[in-house]
């Protein structure tokens, strides 16, 4: 009975989130993490990190990963790896997360790979070549930050 109660707290406690991290409220942000980490699991089938708007999963990779143990976050693996295929250079949602698991240490060599992988796609585009520059340059400092 209890699970049940606590998965059915999950969306709200990350609606909770959303709104908090919004309104700048970050200590009583940060309470809202500590218990959706403590129902670690439980907690992935309701992120829906796809249909977040960016600042919500900017916060998300900022606040929540690197808070979540190594074990944790590669469970979370699918739901963050859904932005790393994009080819939207405008948003740079993947790439926070993509430095957030980088400091975890988590995949690092499947992290190359997806950067290796956005930089060649990024710099074979056709958009707009000042945004794709920018674009390129970040990500060449997460792959900097791999080698170090």
């Not at 200590?27 to 977040?52: C, F, N, T």
């Not at 405008?90 to 980088?102: A, V």
Request: hydrophobic fraction near 40%; charged fraction near 30%; charge should be negative.
């Amino acid at each position: 009975m209890k699970n049940k109660k606590e998965n059915h707290e999950i969306p709200i406690l990350l609606d909770a989130l959303d709104d908090l991290q919004n309104s700048q409220m970050l200590e009583e942000a940060k309470d809202v993490v500590d218990s959706l980490i403590a129902m670690r699991e439980r907690m992935i089938p309701h992120l829906k990190l796809q249909q977040r708007d960016s600042s919500f999963i900017h916060y998300f990779a900022y606040y929540v990963i690197p808070y979540c143990d190594t074990e944790f976050v590669e469970s979370m693996w699918n739901e963050c790896s859904s932005f790393f295929y994009k080819e939207d250079t405008t948003e740079y949602t993947d790439l926070i997360i993509l430095d957030s698991l980088i400091q975890k240490n988590i995949d690092v060599d499947k992290i190359v790979v997806i950067l290796n992988d956005k930089y060649t796609r990024a710099y074979n585009s056709d958009q707009n070549k000042s945004l794709v520059l920018d674009y390129l340059k970040e990500v060449n400092i997460l792959i900097r930050k791999i080698k170090k």
